[in-house]
């Protein structure tokens, strides 16, 4: 048996992890990243929490074949740099090259939603999928496309304006797909529903919980809130018209939701097919649309696989 | 020198070539369609083209290689069957298998609007390009994504949705890219400026041309029209939207606007240029963004030399 290591460099922990051939993780660790440290500092204990991960198993080093990083922001994946990571505050770090010499294996760059898209088609929810599209409903909305196995570098369509004119978008742009179906977008449309609503059952869920989620407004339509389900239709609604464009654009096999809006399951999946399937050009193929499985292990897989 | 055939089977004419190994069309050969037909008949006058087209020039029948059809509709790449093509009247058709039995050649066949799009990256505007999205604003709004060398097949962005609920399409959703954006979009938004100023210069144009086309309100505009300037303008908003769409999503080296609204030259590219630019995602860099140069040859080209 051959072992990979992925690594998950992350703005509030680094995650690291033996894969073993089959796409299973073995064994892992985690420290805090604690990304105001310079750079080498971090580099570091990525190094220690890799050692850490390899000692609380029973293999060989001479196994190990390479390892991978999956992280966010602007990668140059052939040269193993990250060029810009605003939450590491890392530009131009040849992170693969330091770590590669420190570990003695090969080591890969794979931006984090790339790299969480191809463990799902190797381990979870798109097992087997000649192409897959991943799409997490997170802080943002990422996309990660993988097709025979193989992830289609720099296919991102957070910002495809689904609405002409619409929201205004953190990128600059208005309308765009990640402005109305992000976590932080439901979030924003929630807050607006309250603000319309003061006294409704959305309101008073959140003044009870102290904050607006991305929750809140499930957790109002489950107790009854007729607004509530609204607002989750239309939410529905974007999240359809952002995926029958990729369906239409690209025609992947199966499409994965992860995220924490996600994680509603039926109540989101299933009203969203009806749409989704209502509306795809004629002549293509239904693609499956399931929830991720693997949630942050994903990207621990995906990275440690994906130079093999 | 070796040789290929391309032959490109439209609704209105049957198109062939003899294509050498450089992208270079040496004869080539036109019927009418004649689509009414049985597939039989077409096919005969398809084989009659190939053998016109061929003994146009001096070349030994050896070295011709194989020979590549492009036409619309549903295509099954993979087995050279055309599933249904709504112009032609043909549902699954084994066009290739009989040609090429015909031909005593390897026949292969694909999407016209993909061998088009090929065709400029081997011989025409993104010649060499790594990545070249060919967006084709026509009578609908066809894309076709080649990446080294190679059709991304299924890549197909007309029907992306970049108003959400917006101008009816006639794919049944509403507010698709083509929508706004072909030479049909167009044209019914110059309609309606018609409707609302029939005493406009754009009005008075189409009265003296007895109709409405693509041009029409760039005729307008170049006499100074404001009201043809406003609607320019929101069609150039348009397209960049959906460009700048498909750019942060796929990452193009270069962008090449083919079909009749393409002809408008630089009134149309400069100010798109300058919309594109200013909306694309921090980071991502800017593709070139220029008008197809084969025309109608590009599909001929694309589909001799794809099977390559």
């Known amino acids: 048996m051959k072992y990979y290591i992925g690594i998950d460099i992350g703005g509030t922990n680094i995650k690291t992890g033996v894969v073993d051939e089959d796409g299973k993780i073995i064994s892992e660790h985690s420290i805090p990243t604690r990304a105001e440290r310079p750079q080498e500092e971090v580099l570091k204990d990525i190094i220690k929490s890799v050692r850490a991960s390899v000692s609380g198993v029973d293999i060989d080093y001479s196994d190990v074949v390479s390892a991978g990083i999956g ?9 193993g740099v990250v060029i810009y990571n605003n939450n590491l505050g890392w530009r131009n770090f040849g992170v693969s090259g330091e770590l590669s010499r420190e570990l003695g294996i090969p080591v890969t760059l794979e931006n984090d939603a790339d790299a969480a898209a191809l463990g799902e088609v190797i381990a979870g929810s798109a097992k087997g999928a ?13 996309t990660g496309y993988v097709v025979d196995g193989k992830i289609v570098r720099g296919c991102e369509f957070g910002h495809m304006v689904i ?20 976590a932080t977008g439901l ?29 809140t407004v499930f957790d109002a339509s489950q107790k009854g809130d007729k607004e509530a389900d609204e607002l989750i239709d239309k939410y529905i609604s974007y999240l359809a018209c952002g995926l029958v464009n990729l369906i239409n654009g690209l025609q992947p096999e199966i ?12 109540r989101l999946i299933d009203p969203l097919k009806e749409k989704v399937y209502t509306e795809i050009y004629e002549g293509i193929k239904f693609p499956k649309i399931v929830t991720c499985t693997l949630g942050y292990k994903a990207g621990l897989i995906g990275a440690a696989l994906a130079a093999r």
Request: glycine letters at 20%.
């Open 71 to 79: 992280t966010p922001g602007f990668i140059d994946v052939k040269n």
């Open 187 to 215: 979030i924003n449309m929630t807050k607006e529903l309250i603000s319309d609503n003061p006294d409704g059952l959305t309101a008073r869920i959140a003044a009870k919980e102290g904050s607006v989620g991305g929750r």
């Open 163 to 182: 609405e002409f004119g619409g929201r205004q978008c953190t990128c600059g742009r208005k309308g765009c797909f990640e402005s109305y179906c992000s």
């Open 130 to 142: 000649k192409s897959a599209m991943i799409i997490t409903l997170g802080t943002g909305v990422g």
């Open 255 to 266: 499409i994965s939701l992860g995220g924490g809006i996600a994680k509603q399951g039926t």
